[in-house]
């Protein structure tokens, strides 16, 4: 059984960084799948970034490329999330998910996860 808790979401103006953190627990080896999803009201959840444990090879949503960052410490057992230049459309709920079967980066990106945090909000002002 896997656990996460997030951490760092906050209010920030537009143009601004946010640093999101999420600890995981219960992992047995280092493969499988995390990722950065969010959820905005009257939304879908859609995925922001996810990365493959073992190669750490990440996928980005569009909406995010060249602004947002994810990255694991393995060592850690902690993922992240920078996002810079951050815009109103980007205010939501940002959950972290993790999932222990080996995929590829592109199943880690559509993947449905089988472990989730609760939540962190992130909310952007013009």
């Known amino acids: 059984q896997v656990q996460l808790m997030e951490s760092g979401g906050g209010s920030v103006q537009a143009g601004g960084s946010l640093r999101l953190s999420c600890a995981a627990s219960?992992?047995?080896?280092?493969?499988?799948?995390m990722g950065w999803f969010r959820q905005a009201p009257g939304n879908e959840r859609e995925a922001v970034a996810t990365?493959?444990?073992?190669?750490?090879?990440?996928r980005y949503a569009d909406s995010v490329k060249g602004r947002f960052t994810i990255s694991l410490d393995n060592a850690k057992k902690t993922l992240y999330l920078q996002m810079n230049n951050l815009k109103p459309e980007d205010t939501a709920m940002y959950y972290c998910?993790?999932?222990?079967?080996?995929?590829?980066?592109?199943?880690?990106?559509?993947?449905?996860?089988?472990?989730w945090g609760q939540g962190t909000q992130v909310t952007v002002s013009s």
């Open positions: 990365i493959e444990r073992y190669y750490t090879a990440t």
């Open positions: 219960g992992y047995a080896h280092g493969g499988g799948c």
């Open positions: 998910a993790a999932d222990t079967l080996p995929a590829s980066v592109n199943s880690c990106y559509t993947m449905t996860y089988r472990y």
